[in-house]
């Protein structure tokens, strides 16, 4: 069994996790990883967007990252076939 702790959550978080533990018919601790991992996911998208546009306003860096990606993308046509 996985290792597990205690959390405090407001009144209202709980209520809204136990209706869609019911709702989904899982347990309230799946719910709350589910939604602690989508979060995550967001929260790394919208820091690499970030970091993105602080590049693109700098066009020597922007440029950099540009001719390096265009350099990755060239090895799809390597002539390599998919993990093998």
Same mark, same amino acid.
Do not use: C, F, H, I
């Given at each position: 069994? %996985?290792?597990?702790?205690? +959390?405090? +959550? $407001? !009144? =209202?978080?709980?209520? +809204?996790? *136990? *209706?869609?533990? &019911? !709702? $989904?018919?899982?347990?309230?601790?799946?719910?709350?990883? =589910? %939604? +602690?991992?989508?979060?995550?996911?967001? /929260?790394?998208?919208? *820091?690499?967007? &970030?970091?993105? %546009?602080?590049? =693109?306003? =700098?066009?020597?860096?922007?440029?950099?990252?540009?001719?390096?990606?265009?350099? /990755?993308? *060239?090895?799809? %046509?390597?002539?390599?076939?998919?993990?093998?």
């Amino acid at each position: 069994m %996985a290792e597990t702790t205690t +959390v405090r +959550v $407001s !009144q =209202k978080t709980r209520d +809204v996790l *136990q *209706q869609l533990a &019911r !709702q $989904s018919n899982e347990p309230m601790q799946l719910v709350l990883s =589910k %939604a +602690v991992e989508a979060y995550r996911r967001r /929260w790394v998208l919208e *820091q690499t967007n &970030r970091a993105y %546009a602080a590049l =693109k306003v =700098k066009p020597e860096l922007w440029a950099e990252e540009t001719k390096e990606r265009r350099a /990755w993308e *060239q090895t799809l %046509a390597d002539g390599l076939e998919g993990d093998q």
